[in-house]
């Protein structure tokens, strides 16, 4: 299956911008997802369909698609935005792909 | 609110099947508009998809599972269920069973809902 490749780790002070890039074939030729994952928690949508956030998520979290890259924003990042972050999409053989994972830390 | 909660044993014998069930709370496994999906993740590892089903029998795998993995459902119990045959210590992670919204007409998908997870352990 087609890899989506993510950033092992980013790093982020309290009240600035992080961002979490996703790169994938002909990944803007698909709708992105992003997941946000806490230790002992089950995933949580923080971004769909690109940049679409759910009722209840943060407007600070905010999504972008450029050619093969997504890219999940996180404006005047919080203490609690610290986890894993994932990206999802589908290839031609396989109709759920998972980014390999970017934990965020908040320092 | 849909509610999911995986069950099964925590414990797998290695060569032996895995078997777990997710019971569906609050919605129908009967909708129109979602798959039914498994999803495990390894300790200090990514997630990994397993596969899914739709209420009319469809299924789809991960091609790396080699056909060891197989979903069924329920409807009359409002349960799928999943079992993986062969298992070794590379099968030792949490699963989840987890809700798939999937709009065929504008190809809008995302994970809507999700079990706690449960630990299934392979050893002997």
């Not at chain 1, 990042?77 to 589908?90: I, K, P, R």
Request: proline residues 5%; hydrophobic residues 30%; aromatic residues 12%.
């Amino acid at each position: 299956s087609d890899e989506l490749t993510q950033p092992p780790s980013v790093s982020v002070s309290p009240g600035q911008t992080a961002s979490i890039t996703c790169s994938g074939d002909k990944l803007g030729d698909k709708y992105v997802c992003w997941y946000q994952k806490k230790a002992g928690q089950s995933p949580v949508v923080v971004i769909y369909q690109d940049n679409k956030r759910p009722s209840g998520v943060p407007e600070r979290f905010s999504g972008s698609v450029s050619a093969d890259t997504a890219t999940l924003i996180i404006s005047g990042t919080q203490a609690v935005d610290e986890a894993d972050y994932y990206c999802q999409a589908w290839d031609t053989f396989t109709p759920v792909v998972f980014g390999g994972g970017t934990k965020l830390t908040v320092l | 609110q849909v509610h999911l909660q995986e069950s099964g044993p925590g414990l797998v014998k290695p060569s032996q099947t895995l078997s777990l069930t997710c019971t569906v709370s609050g919605g129908s496994i009967t909708s129109s508009t979602h798959y039914w999906s498994w999803v495990r993740q390894p300790a200090g590892k990514g997630l990994e998809w397993i596969g899914r089903i739709y209420i009319s029998g469809l299924t789809n795998y991960n091609p790396s599972l080699r056909g060891r993995v197989t979903i069924s459902l329920d409807s009359s119990k409002n349960q799928f269920s999943l079992t993986l045959d062969s298992v070794t210590a590379s099968d030792t992670a949490v699963y989840y069973c987890a809700s798939y919204y999937y709009d065929d007409t504008s190809g809008l998908y995302y994970f809507d809902y999700w079990g706690q997870g449960t630990l299934v352990t392979v050893s002997s």
